[in-house]
Every structure is written in structure tokens, then in C-alpha cells.
């Protein structure tokens, strides 16, 4: 049985008294179906509030980047093991906005994810097309290409410490969300590629999030879809009651 997740990624949101509130929010509210739940904040408050949700079972926290070196002269920069050996067991790698923003390639990404595992971090690794790549039609070339070198070189054992966020770039932050047909499709599509790189009952077992502009109107239609097991949530993730209402909507 596939896990169903539902991952929150605060972004560059919250001060720190903010984030404790929040979290304390989340908390509050009755969300015991089982779902994993994963908050991504800044690198900052993690310890916080890994600290806050420590006694919760099926709670956890993951950073939302990570450095492509191990250690070393980086200013300014964060290893896994870093992230790791503060109690964190997940991290979000190839996220759009540090593909476009940051320049990150998908080589750049491999490396990041194969550092992740290799200091057991459990990896959430998104990707997905551009709006012109959709109007083109060539959204699948692009996620084929994203998955086939961002996944590059992982051994079969550690696809269980991965998890696959599709977010189609044109759906995040912008109120536009994919229809649960266009998710079902993509998500299909992802998990044929994890069987030909990896085998079939690696692909049955792999966890598939959906990202981009989900929200607690619109997730139990995408999380009916066969392929979507869970969503990656931003906006939605910043206000505690539409983040349960999503956790909930399984
Ligand atoms: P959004 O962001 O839910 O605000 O669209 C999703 C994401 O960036 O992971």
C-alpha cells in the first residue's frame, strides 16, 4: 500500500513566533486518518518545531533545500547531514522556484538527492512543465527528462526514501490548478518512468504528491485520482485550517 502524504512548504513565510503559532495550530486540529504529514519550514525553525511535534506519531519535518556539497567552504550554505543530524527526516529537492530561481539544473538536483539519501534524509523531489511547455505539448518530454537525470545513478533499495511531487510550474502560486483529469494523467505518466528506470513494483510503491495551488476546496477531487497520494501544498499550507481540511480530505 502506497503511504498518502500531505507536505506543507512554508516558503520564505513566518517569523519565528509566527511559525510557532502556526504549528501549534496545526496541532490542535483533529487530523488522526492516518495521513503522513510532513511540514517543510525555513531551515531556521526546524529544530523548533521538530521540538514542538516530536511526541506526534506521523508527523514530521523536512527542509526545503539542501546543499549539493557535503561539507566545506559554502558560505551560507547546508548540508544533509546538517539537516539530518538535527532530528529533520525529510528535504524537498528540484523545486521550481530553485530550478528558475536559483538556476538549479537537473545535474545540480541528482547530486543534491544522492547527498540527501546518502545521509538518510528521506528525499521529496519535484518537478514539472512550464506553461509554454503545456502549450507545446511537450510536458511529458520535460518531466521524463526531469525524472530520468534528477533520478540518475539511485539504486533500487533507496526509491523507498523517496517521494515524487509533480508541480506543474504554471499551477504554483497561482490559483490555477491542474484539473484531477490533467493529475491523473501526469501522475500515471510519472510512475510508468519510475518502472522503466526502476522496476514496476518499485513504481506501485513510490508515493506521487500533487503541488500547485492546492487547497482545501479542491483536494479531495485530486486525491481520488488513482495516481495522486497526496498533495505538496504552499499557499494552503500557511493557514492551519485549509492545511487540515486538506489532510483530511482523504
Ligand atoms: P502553492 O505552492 O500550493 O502555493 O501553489 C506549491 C509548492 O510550491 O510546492
Known amino acids: 500500500m502506497r503511504k498518502k502524504i500531505v507536505a506543507g512548504n512554508w516558503k520564505m513565510n513566518g517569523l519565528k513566533t509566527e511559525s510557532e503559532s502556526l504549528i501549534n495550530e496545526i496541532i490542535s486540529h483533529k487530523t488522526d486518518n492516518g495521513v503522513i504529514k510532513i511540514i517543510c519550514p525555513p531551515y ?3 529544530e523548533q518545531i521538530k521540538h514542538q511535534t516530536k511526541h506526534l506519531t506521523n508527523f514530521f519535518i523536512g527542509a526545503q533545500n539542501c546543499s549539493h556539497q557535503a561539507k ?12 539530518h543530524s538535527i532530528g529533520c527526516e525529510y528535504v524537498i529537492i528540484g523545486h521550481s522556484e530553485r530550478r528558475t530561481l536559483f538556476n538549479e539544473s537537473n545535474q545540480l538536483i541528482a547530486q543534491k538527492i544522492n547527498l540527501a539519501l546518502t545521509e538518510n534524509l528521506n528525499v521529496i523531489f519535484c518537478y514539472g ?14 518531466v521524463e527528462t526531469q525524472i530520468r537525470e534528477g533520478l540518475q545513478n539511485i539504486e533500487p533499495a533507496k526509491y523507498k526514501n523517496i517521494i515524487l511531487a509533480y508541480e506543474p510550474v504554471w499551477a504554483i502560486g497561482t490559483g490555477l490548478t491542474a484539473t484531477p483529469h490533467q493529475a491523473q494523467e501526469m501522475h500515471q505518466f510519472s510512475r510508468s518512468i519510475i518502472s522503466k528506470i526502476a522496476d514496476e513494483s518499485i513504481a506501485q510503491e513510490t508515493s506521487i504528491l500533487y503541488g500547485g495551488s492546492c487547497n482545501a476546496a479542491n483536494a479531495k477531487e485530486l486525491f481520488m485520482c488513482p495516481d495522486v497520494d497526496g498533495g505538496l501544498i504552499g499557499g494552503a499550507s500557511l493557514k492551519s485550517l485549509d492545511f487540515c481540511t486538506i489532510i483530511n480530505s482523504f
Open 44 to 46: 531556521i525553525y526546524l
Open 129 to 142: 512543465e512550464t506553461l509554454a511547455e503545456r502549450e507545446k505539448n511537450t510536458e511529458k518530454i520535460t
Open 72 to 83: 566545506g567552504a559554502f558560505t551560507g550554505e547546508i548540508s544533509a547531514a546538517m539537516i
